[in-house]
T-cell receptor, first 116, second 116 residues
Framework: DTEVTQTPKHLVMGMTNKKSLKCEQHMGHRAMYWYKQKAKKPPELMFV???????INESVPSRFSPECPNSSLLNLHLHALQPEDSALYLC???????????????FGEGSRLTVL | AQSVAQPEDQVNVAEGNPLTVKCTYSVSGNPYLFWYVQYPNRGLQFLLKYITGDNLVKGSYGFEAEFNKSQTSFHLKKPSALVSDSALYFCAVRPSFSGGYNKLIFGAGTRLAVHP
């Protein structure tokens, strides 16, 4: 069982819709991540939040807007997406221990997004 | 450039036989190395990691991996494969200078097929 919970599991949206993906963890982790994964490809990092502050934005288009309301929650707001944005969106969290002892990432089950 | 290579798209093994999934890396400094497994339509599950110390790392579900600094490799192994091990396996590396969060570089993935 995963300790990172993502909702919804599946989402179908049109290109003009606004929707959000949600992620929650209660492991006390202070780093949270959004990844995008296309079929049979490795996950691609989108955003990293460390202590509720955006630390990394991997040049993601502005139609994706992350939000970290508190240390347990991470949202990804979606607006005006394109069909090529269809993918599995994975949330992950990890202990932020500093550079000497990185904790492993714990992944959620993902939200499968289809953009029509 | 920092990178991870998984030279095999697919590995086929008979149940009960030993398995090896290969991974080589290229990073600056001392690497932190990880293996993850992904079952269909699921998130990634952590198997094991190498930070420092003993070159043979033992992980979940009977898997182990051997760190070889001279060959810059971190191959995943299991003495006796199970059909239930069939999945997509990702090797990942975190450069030692990437800060307190895990900015992982993933390999392309290797599909392991274990036949009865």
């Amino acid at each position: 069982d995963t300790e990172v919970t993502q909702t919804p599991k599946h989402l179908v949206m049109g290109m003009t819709n606004k929707k959000s993906l949600k992620c929650e963890q209660h492991m006390g982790h202070r780093a949270m991540y959004w990844y995008k994964q296309k079929a049979k490809k490795p996950p691609e990092l989108m955003f990293v939040y460390s202590y509720e502050k955006l630390s990394i934005n991997e040049s993601v288009p502005s139609r994706f807007s992350p939000e970290c309301p508190n240390s347990s929650l991470l949202n990804l707001h979606l607006h005006a997406l394109q069909p090529e944005d269809s993918a599995l969106y994975l949330c992950a969290s990890s202990q932020d221990r500093g550079g000497d002892n990185p904790g492993e990432l714990f992944f959620g089950e993902g939200s499968r997004l289809t953009v029509l | 450039a920092q990178s991870v290579a998984q030279p095999e798209d697919q590995v086929n093994v008979a149940e009960g036989n030993p398995l090896t999934v290969k991974c080589t890396y290229s990073v600056s400094g001392n690497p932190y190395l990880f293996w993850y497994v992904q079952y269909p339509n699921r998130g990634l599950q952590f198997l094991l990691k190498y930070i420092t110390g003993d070159n043979l790392v033992k992980g979940s579900y009977g898997f182990e991996a051997e760190f070889n600094k001279s060959q810059t490799s971190f191959h995943l192994k299991k003495p006796s494969a199970l059909v239930s091990d069939s999945a997509l396996y990702f090797c990942a590396v975190r450069p030692s200078f990437s800060g307190g969060y895990n900015k992982l570089i993933f390999g392309a993935g290797t599909r392991l097929a274990v036949h009865p």
